[in-house]
RNA sequence: GUGGGUGUAGCCCAGAGGCCUAAGGCGUCAGGUUGUGGCCCUGAAGAUCGAGGGUUCGAAUCCCUCCACCCACC
C-alpha cells in the first residue's frame, strides 16, 4: 500500500493525499517551519486553528538543544511539544552548511561545532536517522550535503555522489515503519548532474524525494528551470518536496511545475519584521499608511488576526515592539500560506488551476524589479572567480 | 542676586582653530530576509552648531554681550 495517492493532475500540478502516522495530509501543502519544536511565537492550538497538517523540525537543533535523550524520555517529540499533527523533520544537513563555518566533510559524516557552546560533534548518515528515530516525526529527511552557490563543478559532483551514498547508508539504517524517510536530491545548478541524482535516488525506491540545494540566491528563473528539469524525472506516484522555498507567488510556481510539498522560514521571518501577505502583495506594517487604518490587514482573510483587529491595532503594536506583534503577524501570514495551497488545491482538483495561477499573479505585486535585477547581478558577481 | 556648569537634528551626544560639505546611536521614512537567532543588513530625510557682535586668511571650536536650562550659595 502506497502513502502517497496521486488524485489528479492538471498540467504538472498535481493534488493528492499523503499518508502519515499523525493524519492525512492534502497536497499541495505548505509546511511551517518550526525547527526547536515550537513554530515561534504560536501554541499548537494556533498552529492547528491555522489548518496546517504538517509542520517541520529540525534535526540540528534539536540534537543541540535539548537533545534526543530528553525528548525521547518525556514521549518523543509530538507529546514534547504536544503537537497531534504531522512532523517533518530535517536530517540536519543543512544547518551544518549554512549556520556552522566550521564543519568539515568526509565520507564517515560531517564534524562541526555548535554555534550555541561551540562543542564538537560528529554526525553519520546513521546518526542522523536515528536522532530522528529518537524524536519519531512521522517524515525523516536524509542527510544530505547542498553545495554553496558558488561551488566549482567538482565540489558540487563531490557533494552530490557523497549524498548519494549517505541516502543509501540511512536507508539502510532506518527502522521506524510508521516514519518515512526522504532522499534529497543534490546536483547544485548544473541539469546533467540534477538528472544523474534522480536518476540514482530513484532506484533506491524511497516513499518521497526532496529538491535540495535551491533558493541559495540564484535568479529565480534558474531555480525554475532547476525544479522543472528535476521534477520531470522524479517517479510520479511518489511525492516531491522542494526544500526551503517560498514565497507566496514561489508556492504556484513551484505546484505549477509538480511539486507536492513545500517549506519555508520566510512567511514567520518576515512577518516578525513586519512584512505581511495579501492577495494584493506583500506589505509592511510599519509604513506610516498603517498607523490610522481602521480595516484590517486584509478585508477577505479569515485569521484570527484580521477577524479581530485593525491594521492600526497591528502597526501600533509593532512600533511599541511588543511581543503581540510577533504572534498576530505570525497567525496571518502563516494562515496566508496555508489558504493559498488550499485554493490551489481546489483550482487543482477542478482543473482550474491556470487560471487560478493567472488571476494570482496579476493581482499579487511582486518584489520590485529593481531589487531582483540587483540581486541577480550580485549572484552573478559572486560565481565571478569561477568563471574566470 | 552671586558663583559654577550646560546649550550641536524630534531625543542622547562626538567634535576643543583648517582633513566639518558637522560624526555616531535612538527615533522617523523606506527597502531586504527563502531546509529560522524576535537577530541583522541596506538606503533616505532631518542641523542657518542657543542669539547677536568681535578676533582671525579661516570659528561649532577663541573673546564679549544677551537668552534659556541645571547645580550650589544667599
Not at 517541520?56 to 514521549?75: C, E, F, Q
Amino acid at each position: 500500500m502506497s502513502n502517497f495517492n496521486l488524485i489528479t493532475t492538471n498540467g504538472a500540478a498535481r493534488a493528492g493525499e499523503l499518508t502519515t502516522a499523525h493524519g492525512i495530509i492534502p497536497t499541495p501543502v505548505f509546511m511551517p517551519v518550526g525547527s526547536q519544536a515550537t513554530v515561534k511565537t504560536l501554541v499548537p492550538d494556533e498552529i492547528r486553528a491555522l489548518e496546517a497538517p504538517i509542520i517541520l523540525s529540525n534535526t540540528y537543533h534539536l540534537y543541540l538543544r535539548p537533545g534526543v535523550d530528553i525528548i525521547k524520555k518525556l514521549g518523543g517529540l509530538h507529546r514534547f511539544m504536544d503537537w497531534n499533527g504531522a512532523i517533518l523533520t530535517d536530517s540536519g544537513g543543512y544547518q551544518v552548511f549554512s549556520l556552522s563555518a566550521l564543519s568539515t566533510v568526509s565520507d564517515e559524516g560531517v564534524a562541526f561545532r555548535s554555534h550555541i557552546d561551540g562543542s564538537s560533534h560528529f554526525i553519520t548518515p546513521e546518526k542522523a536517522v536515528a536522532l530522528q528515530e529518537g524524536f519519531g516525526s512521522d517524515i525523516a529527511m536524509v542527510l544530505d550535503e547542498p553545495s554553496p552557490s558558488d561551488a566549482p563543478s567538482g565540489k558540487v559532483r563531490e557533494a552530490m555522489e557523497r549524498t548519494h551514498r549517505w541516502a543509501e547508508r540511512c536507508l539502510t539504517a532506518h527502522q521506524r515503519n510508521d516514519q518515512q524517510l526522504f532522499a534529497i536530491v543534490q546536483g547544485g545548478f548544473d541539469r546533467s548532474m540534477r538528472r544523474c541524482s534522480v536518476e540514482f535516488l530513484s532506484s533506491l525506491d524511497f516513499p518521497g524525494y526532496a529538491i535540495g540545494g535551491l533558493s541559495l540566491g540564484e535568479p529565480k528563473e534558474l531555480t525554475w528551470e532547476m525544479v522543472r528539469h528535476t521534477t520531470q524525472y522524479l517517479p510520479s506516484r511518489k511525492p516531491r518536496y522542494l526544500m526551503g522555498v517560498g514565497s507566496p507567488e514561489d508556492l504556484i510556481e513551484a505546484v505549477g511545475l509538480g511539486v507536492d510539498m513545500m517549506d519555508c522560514v520566510l512567511p514567520t521571518r518576515v512577518a516578525r519584521n513586519g512584512a505581511l501577505f495579501t492577495r494584493r502583495g506583500r506589505i509592511n506594517i510599519n509604513n506610516a499608511a498603517f498607523r490610522e487604518q481602521g480595516a484590517p490587514i486584509e478585508e477577505s482573510c479569515d485569521c484570527y488576526t484580521c477577524t479581530h483587529f485593525s491594521a492600526a491595532y497591528v502597526s501600533h503594536l509593532f512600533h511599541a515592539q511588543e511581543l503581540l506583534a510577533y504572534r498576530l503577524a505570525t497567525i496571518h501570514n502563516l494562515r496566508f500560506m496555508v489558504r493559498l495551497m488550499q485554493d490551489i488545491r481546489t483550482a487543482i482538483l477542478s482543473g482550474a488551476f491556470d487560471s487560478f495561477r493567472q488571476q494570482f499573479m496579476s493581482d499579487y505585486r511582486i518584489t520590485d524589479e529593481e531589487v531582483r535585477i540587483a540581486q541577480k547581478q550580485k549572484w552573478i558577481k559572486a560565481r565571478k572567480p569561477e568563471i574566470d
